[in-house]
């Protein structure tokens, strides 16, 4: 197991999963991994919505997490999304993740049935109790319809097991209202690789990356620096270019760019489909700068 632990600037990808005719495609994923490990990125995230979880299977959940977790180990820490809408099946699922040797879990605050604060709350102290691995909240309201604003934080600050919050997009006012002992107590990590300088200017931790499942060695330098799109050096311009042209929580659109310029596949499950015509060309342009031989010794230097 490799130990998840706090660090002053941490850069973790929420890793697609590449999918083939007949399941999961391990080869590739394995090559993905290699690569994360290779641009020294901290971590990564195994099955949540960028890796489209809720469309795998229990056996393929479990596939997916084991191969990874011997891929990576000792260079990332593997972190399970687990969460779900059920406190039960949240459980039942990030105890199976602990068990096949998962480092952290990313854990969603329930979505769809719109539970009270009170019931939130609950369900993360069931999960912390149940469970002996570090916890990160992945708090977006985008997607759960729910905004508890720093009440939920404040009312899980006392369980040492919840070591973190994954920010959604739109969220850097929220953040930079928090009050100084939360924004101490938590590892604060975003997911809006857009605003991820702004973040990380405002006293942010890091990222969990879309992007770097493209291009990982430009988010790991921006992160460790706590810079912006600029210090990742001179083709800075194109990294802000190429999170603009993949839109926000555009799976389809994000495989196209990593097959683009991995040669890895692109296939999505419904009720995702591939990207649309004009989609591949935009993100052929926008990652162009990236499929040239010179950036990589761009990167290096």
Do not use: W
């Not at 083939?20 to 290699?34: F, I, Q």
């Not at 919505?49 to 997490?65: M, N």
């Not at 404040?154 to 850097?172: F, K, N, P, T, Y």
């Not at 389809?252 to 596949?265: N, R």
Request: include cysteine; charge should be negative.
């Amino acid at each position: 197991m490799t130990p998840f632990h706090r660090a002053a600037r941490q850069a973790f990808t929420p890793l697609l999963t590449p999918f083939s005719e007949t399941g999961l495609d391990l080869e590739a994923l394995a090559s993905a991994v290699d690569r994360q490990i290779i641009a020294g990125m901290d971590g990564i995230i195994v099955g949540d919505a960028i890796g489209e979880g809720q469309v795998l299977t229990g056996d393929e959940r479990d596939a997916l997490l084991r191969a990874c977790v011997v891929r990576a180990r000792p260079h990332l820490s593997v972190i399970a999304a687990t969460g779900t809408n059920c406190t039960k099946t949240t459980i039942e699922r990030s105890r199976r993740a602990e068990a096949l040797g998962a480092d952290a879990l990313l854990v969603t605050v329930p979505y769809y049935s719109k539970p009270t604060l009170a019931g939130v709350v609950g369900h993360f102290h069931q999960l912390a109790a149940a469970v002996g691995l570090p916890i990160l909240i992945d708090d977006d309201p985008g997607r759960t319809a729910k905004d508890f604003g720093p009440a939920l934080l404040e009312a899980l600050s006392d369980r040492h097991a919840i070591a973190g919050v994954c920010h959604g997009a739109d969220r850097l006012a929220y953040f930079a209202g928090l009050s100084s002992a939360l924004e101490t107590r938590f590892q604060h990590l975003t997911r809006d690789d857009a605003r991820l300088p702004q973040f990380l200017a405002l006293g942010g931790h890091g990222a969990i990356s879309p992007i770097a499942n493209v291009i990982p060695s430009p988010v790991q330098t921006m992160v460790s620096l706590g810079g912006s799109f600029e210090s990742v050096g001179s083709f800075g311009a194109a990294v802000s270019g190429a999170v603009a042209a993949l839109g926000r929580d555009d799976v389809a659109a994000l495989k196209e760019a990593a097959s683009f310029i991995h040669q890895c596949p692109a296939d999505v499950r419904l009720p995702l489909v591939p990207a649309e015509p004009e989609t591949v060309i935009r993100i052929r342009h926008a990652f162009a700068p990236f499929a040239r031989g010179e950036t990589g010794r761009q990167m290096a230097a």
